[in-house]
């Protein structure tokens, strides 16, 4: 995502770029790449933008409780990882909780192959749309006529 950001920015080495590489938190970041894209996509490739972006949000909640939750084993769920929110690590959990697969049950959440699996799939179709986004910012000719972009829309269901 940072290439398609850098490329509207007019490169990482331009003072756009540089100041949006300095930008160390999401909120102004996000302000950024909004009025941006306001300024640099036309209609069509903002809502790939957009859709894209909701994609990539979802994909990173899951990551960041892989990332910054508690990681746990339970006998009863042995097929499963579990994941408490450290907030809650020191508060009894519901032991009659139902185990599921990447569900939640209020502040743990149980994890299994599969869930990895879907976690991998969401970030090589996040990856491979954003590639794709990516030549069409630069303008490269993949997207001859439009294809490309209609293509990525039909993909993100626009």
Same mark, same amino acid.
């Given at each position: 995502m940072l290439d398609i950001y850098l490329a509207m920015l007019g490169g990482p080495n331009d003072s756009a770029g540089i100041a949006f590489l300095a930008?160390?938190?999401?909120?102004?970041?996000?302000?950024?790449?909004?009025?941006?894209?306001?300024?640099?996509?036309?209609?069509?490739?903002?809502?790939?933008l957009h859709a894209l972006l909701k994609k990539v949000k979802a994909a990173q909640k899951t990551r960041n409780k892989l990332a910054h939750w508690n990681w746990g084993y339970s006998p009863q769920l042995p097929d499963y990882f579990v994941l408490v929110d450290p907030r809650e690590a020191t508060r009894v959990l519901d032991p009659g909780a139902p185990p599921g697969s990447g569900k939640q049950y209020d502040? !743990?959440?149980? !994890?299994?192959?599969?869930? !990895?699996?879907?976690?991998?799939?969401?970030?090589?179709?996040?990856?491979?749309?954003?590639?794709?986004?990516? !030549? #069409?910012?630069?303008?490269?000719?993949?997207?001859?006529?439009?294809?490309? #972009?209609?293509?990525?829309?039909?993909?993100?269901?626009?």
């Open positions: 930008l160390e938190t999401q909120g102004p970041r996000s302000a950024v790449i909004e009025a941006v894209a306001r300024e640099r996509l036309g209609e069509q490739e903002r809502e790939i502040k !743990f959440l149980a !994890f299994d192959a599969s869930d !990895f699996e879907g976690l991998i799939q969401d970030c090589e179709l996040i990856c491979g749309i954003a590639r794709r986004l990516l !030549f #069409i910012v630069q303008g490269y000719s993949t997207n001859q006529d439009g294809a490309l #972009i209609q293509k990525l829309r039909q993909e993100l269901g626009l």
